[in-house]
């Protein structure tokens, strides 16, 4: 009965090749998220989905893509991979309604490894 | 734009004793959260505690506790009787209030806790 779930959990690939990864929230959470933990264990905000809708996008290379298509499920898709996008990448979600309910819960991360 | 610090890069502290943690941020907001979150090894994000800045009453759960100082806007974390458990990387984290409840969490750059058996 996980909360929220992350695939794969380890991605190891070539510099240039393009690779997803996938999310799923079985809350019933309104809202998902994508953070970036580099190498310095410092976490920072990529997207936000509400509803299948972007809400936030940070300053993130258009090499990245999310994609929700519901909204239980916020991948991730990394297209011409470079060295410098080796990271853990969390996925987060949370119930979308003002108030402390809106605490985020984690999935598992994905450590992705470039070569 | 938000900013949250932790200026303990590491901190030890031997088995049963108490550590505290500390958290400043920086906000133009009067009404926000903050967040202590755990990574263990594992790598997973637990949420530790949480506070909502505009009750006075500092949170609690369990063993760890918060002292909240909206003056001075800091949040630190106290661990009472530490344990082999407790070990793992803690961050601050804040989130603006807003009626949409999407906003993201800024987060601190972690203080690494180790227990000394």
């Known amino acids: 009965d996980t909360a929220v779930s992350q695939t794969p959990k380890y991605l190891v690939t070539q510099m240039g090749n393009d690779k997803s990864i996938k999310c799923e929230q079985n809350?019933?959470?309104?809202?998902m998220y994508w953070y970036k933990q580099d190498s310095k264990k410092f976490l920072k905000i990529m997207f936000s989905?509400?509803?299948?809708?972007?809400?936030i996008n940070e300053t993130v290379p258009n090499r990245f893509s999310p994609k929700s298509p519901d909204k239980a499920h916020l991948n991730l898709h990394i297209n011409s991979l470079e060295l410098g996008d080796s990271a853990v990448y969390f996925c987060?979600?949370?119930?979308?309604?003002?108030?402390?309910?809106?605490?985020?819960?984690f999935g598992p991360g994905t450590r992705l490894l470039v070569l | 734009a938000q900013t949250v610090t932790q200026s303990q890069p590491e901190m030890s502290v031997q088995e049963a004793e108490t550590v505290t943690l500390s958290c400043t941020y920086d906000?133009?907001?009067?009404?926000?959260?903050l967040f202590w979150y755990k990574q263990p090894p594992s790598r997973q994000m637990i949420l530790v505690i949480r506070q909502e800045a505009y009750k006075q009453q500092n949170a609690t759960e369990n063993r760890f506790s918060v002292n909240f100082q909206k003056a001075a806007k800091s949040f630190s974390l106290k661990i009472s009787d530490s344990q082999l458990g407790d070990a793992a990387m803690y961050f601050c984290?804040?989130?603006?209030?807003?009626?949409?409840?999407?906003?993201?969490?800024?987060f601190g750059t972690g203080t690494r806790l180790t227990i000394i058996p």
């Open positions: 809350l019933g959470h309104d809202t």
């Open positions: 984290a804040y989130r603006r209030k807003t009626n949409f409840g999407n906003e993201k969490l800024t």
């Open positions: 989905y509400n509803n299948k809708e972007l809400i």
């Open positions: 987060a979600s949370s119930p979308g309604l003002a108030g402390i309910r809106e605490t985020q819960y």
């Open positions: 906000t133009s907001e009067s009404d926000y959260y």
